[in-house]
Every structure is written in C-alpha cells, then in structure tokens.
C-alpha cells in the first residue's frame, strides 16, 4: 500500500513540474530562439549592407587582382623572389610593397608598353616591326627593377654617408651619461634619414621582446651595408664581453669616417676614366669643328679656283 502512495506521490509531482515547465519555460524558450533568429537575421543583413556598400572594385576587382598576382608569385622561381625581397628590404619599401606586387606592375608595364609601341606604329602608318615591340615590352619589364634597384642603392648609400657623424653624436651622448638604448633615441630623434629609421624600427622591435642582438642582425640583413654589419658586431661583442661601450663607440666612428674617406678616394680615382668616353663622343668633333672648320674652308676655296 506504501508503494502504492508512493508511486501516486512521484507521478503526481512529476505531471505537476511537466505543467510548471510547459506554461512557463518553455515558451520563454520559445521567445528567446525566435529573437536570437532575428538578430542572427539582422546581423547578415546588416553585413551583407555593409559589403553591398562597398565599390565594384573592392568586392570583384581587388580579389581578382589579389588570386592573380599571388598565382604569378607561386610561379616564380625561389632565387628570383629572394632577390627581389632582398631590393624590396635594402631600398625600404618591404611594408609598402610585396614581391607579388613588383612582378604584377612589370608584367603589366609590359604589355602596356608593347601596345603602346605597336598603337604608335599604326597610327604613324610606320611598318610594324616585331622586333621594336619586344623590345619595349623588355624595357616595360625592366623598368620597376632597374627603378628599385637604384632605390636600393641610393639608400644603402644614404647609410652608408651618415653612418660616421651618427657614430659621433651617439658616442658623445653615451659620454654624456645616456645608456646605450636613450642615446640612440635622442641621436635619431636629431638625425634623420634612412639609418634613423631603421634604428627606431629595431629599437621598436626589442621593445616589445625581441632579443637585441637579434633584432640588429635583423637589421643588417634589411639594409644590407657592411659598415653597420661591422658596428653591430662590435656593438654585440662589447654586451657579451662587458666592454666599454663609448670606447667602442669612438673606434668605430674613426673607423666609418677612414672608409668613407676611402670610398670618396675611389670614386675620385674613376672620374677620369668615366669622363674619357663623353671627351671623345661629344667634346673633341666640337673641338675639331671649330679648330678645322676655318682650314678646311679655305682649302676648298683654294682647290675651287
């Protein structure tokens, strides 16, 4: 009789928490799916707004160029990528400018070019000559390269030319009582340039954790200038050997300015050299003209008589 009343007991409060539930909870439940539905509903209508807001080119055009340029990037071999990022982080435009990047604008330098070339042959009614075609399609191509590659070096020389008078100042604030990581800072913030760039860029670097002799070595293979591979190393074996960095400092100024110096010697050296070939193609016939011009008038009004 006891389990009868308490099987009566479990099922009358079982049937009584069923009822609780379904008048209650679950049409909160209920409530909350089709409100979570709608949000989910407005926030893909509210995207897909966003993105239908966006211009013809930033939806179809940029991804196209993007799949595009990252297949011809894949295509290249490793060497010439390696070389191209090697021009893309000594000429300081490794943030601004990919490798894929580079080779999309020479290729379509390129046929612009060729085209052009081949229009300009049409229009003058000039016979279309193949030959001057790939040729300006070469050029197109060569062009970004050559443009980079002088960018590259004329930076690396920038480098180079203010490497010594940087030294300088940075010993003499490091004897004026500056730690090392202060005196680079105010040095860079009173010289300006590409070496000062690329300083605050690794001081940025080792303060966020990134080991200091690692992030100048980082630095030398950005640049790629012996003279601040040399400073560096110094600078590296002064930490670990505990030497005075200001005597350290003074060496290598005196040393960049001695090479510097040597370097001006050896572009002064090759000036005659490199004037020889203007004297003789653009001097000497103006020189032979006014010189012989006069005598060999007269001697054709001599042999005329």
Do not use: W
């Not at 509210?46 to 940029?62: K, L, P, Q, T």
């Not at 060497?79 to 080779?103: A, D, H, P």
């Not at 020189?287 to 008038?297: C, K, R, S, Y």
Request: charged share 20%; aromatic share 10%; net charge neutral.
């Amino acid at each position: 009789m006891e389990f009868i009343v308490y099987i009566s007991l479990f099922l009358t409060t079982s049937f009584l928490f069923y009822i609780f539930y379904e008048t209650f909870v679950v049409p909160k439940q209920v409530v909350k799916q089709r409100l979570d539905n709608v949000k989910v509903m407005a926030d893909t209508r509210d995207a897909f707004d966003e993105e239908m807001r966006e211009s013809f080119a930033e939806r179809v055009i940029n991804p196209v160029y993007e799949r595009i340029i990252q297949g011809l990037g894949n295509m290249a071999p490793s060497s010439i990528k390696k070389q191209y990022e090697q021009l893309l982080s000594s000429s300081g435009t490794k943030g601004t400018m990919e490798f894929n990047n580079v080779i999309a604008i020479q290729l379509m330098l390129s046929v612009l070019m060729a085209f052009g070339t081949y229009y300009l042959m049409r229009l003058t009614e000039q016979p279309t000559n193949g030959l001057y075609v790939a040729l300006a399609g070469a050029a197109g191509f060569l062009l970004p390269y050559s443009s980079l590659r002088t960018k590259s070096k004329k930076r690396i020389e920038a480098i180079e030319y203010a490497l010594p008078s940087f030294l300088d100042v940075l010993y003499v604030s490091v004897e004026a009582g500056l730690a090392f990581d202060m005196a680079i800072y105010r040095t860079t913030d009173k010289m300006k340039g590409p070496l000062s760039e690329e300083l605050l860029s690794t001081m940025n670097e080792i303060s966020k954790g990134k080991g200091r002799s690692e992030a100048l070595r980082d630095m030398v293979k950005r640049t790629h200038v012996a003279d601040l591979g040399t400073f560096v190393t110094s600078i590296i074996q002064a930490e670990e050997m505990g030497s005075n960095i200001g005597n350290v400092l003074r060496i290598q100024a005196d040393t960049m300015r001695l090479n510097k110096r040597q370097r001006a010697e050896a572009f002064a050296a090759k000036i005659p050299t490199k004037m020889l070939f203007p004297i003789v193609f653009f001097m000497f016939p103006a020189l032979f003209v006014v010189i012989l011009g006069p005598a060999v008038l007269n001697i054709m009004e001599t042999l005329m008589k």
